[in-house]
Nanobody
Framework: VQLQASGGGLVQAGGSLRLSCVIS????????MAWYRQAPGKERELVASISGVGNPTNYADSVKGRFTISRDNAKNTVDLQMNMLKPEDTAIYYC??????????WGQGTLVTVSS
C-alpha cells in the first residue's frame, strides 16, 4: 500500500494549485483521510480532513475559506484544491489517514512553493 501525492509546484501568491493523492491497495476507502504539510524548520501540521464518505470536512484556521478537500472513493483519491495561496503555505504536502493508528508510511509528499 502506498500514498502518492502530486500536483505541487511553484506558484505566485494569489494563485491556485490542486493536489492529488492516490492510495494504492484500496485500504483507505471509507477511512477518514487528511492532508498535512511540513514547512522548513517546522513540525508537520494537519491542514484539512475529510470523513470516509466525503462529509464532513474540517480545515485548519490558516486555510479555511481558501482550501477545499475532496475524495473519490471509486478512484481511491483524495484531492486538495488550494486557492489564494500565500507564501506561508510553502511546504511539503502529504496525505495520510486522519486517525493515527490507521496511518500508512508517509511517502515523499509534494512540494508547494508560493512566491511573494
Amino acid at each position: 500500500v502506498q500514498l502518492q501525492a502530486s500536483g505541487g509546484g511553484l506558484v505566485q501568491a494569489g494563485g491556485s494549485l490542486r493536489l492529488s493523492c492516490v492510495i494504492s491497495g484500496g485500504i483507505a476507502k471509507f477511512r477518514p483521510m487528511a492532508w498535512y504539510r511540513q514547512a522548513p524548520g517546522k513540525e508537520r501540521e494537519l491542514v484539512a480532513s475529510i470523513s470516509g464518505v466525503g462529509n464532513p470536512t474540517n480545515y485548519a484556521d490558516s486555510v479555511k475559506g481558501r482550501f477545499t478537500i475532496s475524495r473519490d472513493n471509486a478512484k481511491n483519491t483524495v484531492d486538495l484544491q488550494m486557492n489564494m495561496l500565500k507564501p506561508e503555505d510553502t511546504a511539503i504536502y502529504y496525505c495520510n489517514s486522519l486517525i493515527a493508528s490507521q496511518r500508512l508510511a508517509w511517502g515523499q509528499g509534494t512540494l508547494v512553493t508560493v512566491s511573494s
